[in-house]
């Protein structure tokens, strides 16, 4: 048989082919947000980081400034004001009602952090969260700013243009 139960078969909880893979327990393992030892400052951190830099790029080559020459630093500070949006939505899940809620062990994840179930962890990470957005987001500004990169930004957002 090659779906079985984990521990309570009423519950849901399965061991598939595909999530008891030992790669895929280990890339999921490996993420900030499962990644043992880690605080809840440094999870949100790293996890700000990524989403800034992967925002800025979209922000940026399809805002309604991509053709001017202010389109590097609009994109920015859109990526900025989006990070912050993002951020009070995190606290706000953080302090409103219960606490989040606390994973249950799972087949992919059998110890999940469980410092970002009280409200002061949330905050932790929500915080992190916010610095490393913004900071994901200057360092993609940045490295679209050099020479070498420019040629790449300046191609992609051809693709969006009007005329």
Known sequence: MTVTP??????????TPFNSNTFIKAFLNALPA????LSPNRRGL???MAHGFFLYGPLTITSGLRATEAAATAGLLDTVVLVTVLTVALSLYGTAGSAPKVQP????????PTDLCTRAGWEEFASGWWL???????????LCST???RPLVDMAAGVWSVG
Do not use: K
């Open 6 to 15: 984990v521990a309570d078969p009423t519950v849901g909880d399965l061991a």
């Open 34 to 37: 499962y990644r043992q030892g």
């Open 46 to 48: 790293e996890v700000g």
């Open 105 to 112: 062990p799972s087949a992919t994840i059998p110890n999940p």
């Open 132 to 142: 490393g957005g913004c900071g994901g987001a200057a360092f993609a500004w940045f």
């Open 147 to 149: 020479d070498l990169v």
